[in-house]
C-alpha cells in the first residue's frame, strides 16, 4: 500500500497532516490491511484495501453514522473515506481500548437496547454492504421472514452450494426455507436499528470507560438477529444480557431462533474461510433439523 498518496489525498480533502514516518501497523482483521496514523490533529486509524472495496468502505462509513445518528450507541468518528489509484481507504478517529470491564458490558447492553427502539416501517437498508467481505443484499422488504429467507439464508446457500457444502447440509438448509414461519408463531417483529456484525471483536472501551462498537454491516431487522450473534463466538458475559432485558426484554421463545439467526453467519464463516466452518454449519443445521418434520 501507497500510504504516501493516502496522507497527499487526506491533506488535501480534510486538510490532516500525516507523519508517515511513524506508521504502526495494526491488527485490522482477515480482510483489510489496517495501520495507525499518526497526523498533526489526532491519530488515525486507517483500513486500506484494493481499489474495487471502496463501496464496502463507504457503507461501513455511512453505517457508523447512522449508528451514531441514533443517539445509543458511540461508534468511532469517521474522518474519510476515499480511493486513490488502485487503493481505497477509511480513516477513522484512533480510540485507546483498554480491558473490557463489567461497567462496560452493562452499558453496552442498555446502549443496544436503545439503538433497537429506532424503528422503521420495511426491513433492510437503503443500500446493500457487505457482512465481512460477502455482499449482503439489503433490498428493502415488508415481511420479516420473506426478508430473511431471501435476503439472508437463500443468498448464502447458495453461495455454500458454488463453494462446496456437501449435499446433505443442502438439502437440510433448503428444507428449513420453507418453514420459516414455524420459528415466529405470529410475533410482532419490529424493523429494528441493526449492528449487524456484533460479536465480541467488534466492540470495545476507552479509559474513560465509554464503550463504542465498530465494523457494523447496519440494517433493520429483527433485534434477536444481533443479540444472537452476541453467544456466536462468546465473549459477553450475564450482566450484557441483563442490562439489555432490563432496557427491554426479549421476546418469549428467543431461544429457539438462536441457531436459525446464527446459521447466517456460519455460512458466511464457511463461504470466506472454507470447510473449516463445515462441523459448525453441519451442527447448527442438525439442531435445527426437528423444526422442518
Not at 2 to 21: A, D, H, K, P
Not at 150 to 157: I, V
Not at 262 to 291: D, I, K, P, S
Request: proline share 1%.
Amino acid at each position: 500500500m501507497n500510504l504516501i498518496e493516502i496522507s497527499t489525498e487526506l491533506n488535501q480533502r480534510v486538510g490532516i497532516r500525516c507523519n508517515i514516518e511513524s506508521v504502526q501497523v495494526v491488527s485490522g482483521g482477515s480482510i483489510n490491511s489496517a495501520y495507525k496514523l499518526l497526523t498533526d490533529d489526532c491519530p488515525l486509524f486507517l483500513k486500506t484495501n484494493k481499489a474495487d472495496s471502496i463501496e464496502m468502505f463507504q457503507s461501513e462509513a455511512e453505517g457508523l453514522q447512522t449508528l451514531r445518528d441514533s443517539g445509543s450507541v458511540e461508534v468511532p468518528e469517521v474522518i474519510d473515506v476515499g480511493c486513490v489509484n488502485e487503493q481505497c481507504y477509511l480513516a477513522l478517529k484512533w480510540i485507546d481500548f483498554v480491558e473490557k470491564t463489567t461497567d462496560a458490558e452493562i452499558q453496552l447492553g442498555s446502549a443496544l437496547a436503545n439503538q433497537h427502539r429506532c424503528v422503521t416501517e420495511q426491513y433492510g437498508w437503503h443500500r446493500d454492504n457487505t457482512i465481512g467481505s460477502t455482499l449482503q443484499i439489503n433490498i428493502c422488504s415488508s415481511n420479516w421472514i420473506e426478508f430473511f429467507r431471501d435476503r439472508r439464508l437463500c443468498y448464502q446457500l447458495e453461495l455454500a452450494e458454488k463453494r462446496g457444502l456437501p449435499k446433505n447440509q443442502l438439502v437440510q438448509g433448503y428444507d428449513l426455507l420453507k418453514i420459516l414461519d414455524r420459528f415466529f408463531e405470529d410475533r410482532d417483529i419490529k424493523a429494528s436499528l441493526l449492528h449487524g456484525d456484533l460479536w465480541s471483536g467488534n466492540w470495545g472501551c476507552d479509559i474513560s470507560k465509554k464503550t463504542y462498537v465498530y465494523d457494523p454491516a447496519v440494517y433493520y431487522g429483527d433485534r434477536e438477529s444481533d443479540l444472537a450473534m452476541t453467544r456466536l463466538f462468546g465473549g459477553f458475559s450475564d450482566v450484557f444480557y441483563s442490562a439489555y432485558n432490563k432496557s427491554w426484554q426479549l421476546d418469549y421463545g428467543w431461544e429457539k431462533r438462536l441457531d436459525l439467526y446464527n446459521l447466517y453467519h456460519l455460512l458466511n464463516h464457511f463461504n470466506l474461510f472454507g470447510h473449516a466452518y463445515l462441523e459448525q454449519v453441519a451442527t447448527c443445521l442438525q439442531r435445527l433439523g426437528h423444526w422442518t418434520k
